[in-house]
């Protein structure tokens, strides 16, 4: 499996980025995905899950602001970023699978957001 993020950028804070994520194979409709972000000097952190089912699952700091998506059909996971902040600078990953597996990842996209 190989995840590939795109939809990075530099933003004003205010503005939104919508960030996606492309799975190959055939499992991905089975599959939990997840985006994560890890911002300088702080520890990866979960930002928003949606199940297999199409339940999410958000960040309390991303709560009304952040809303993920899947397409099953096209084995992509969106992330709609909106009112972004400076403190929602980060590198920002997908993931595949239950936030406490190991999962597989993608190289991240980084999203920076000036004051």
């Known amino acids: 499996v190989q995840l590939v993020e795109s939809g990075g950028g530099l933003v004003q804070a205010g503005g939104s980025l919508r960030l996606s994520c492309i799975a190959s194979?055939?499992?991905?409709?089975?599959?939990?995905m997840n985006w994560y972000r890890q911002a300088p000097g702080k520890q990866r952190e979960v930002v928003a899950t949606i199940t297999s089912g199409g339940y999410t699952n958000y960040a309390e700091s991303v709560k009304g602001r952040f809303t993920i998506s899947r397409d099953n059909r096209k084995n992509m996971v969106y992330l709609q970023m909106n009112d972004l902040k400076p403190e929602d600078t980060a590198v920002y990953y997908c993931k595949m699978g239950a936030t406490s597996d190991s999962g597989y990842w993608g190289q991240g996209t980084q999203v920076t957001v000036s004051s």
């Open positions: 194979g055939s499992i991905f409709r089975f599959k939990n």
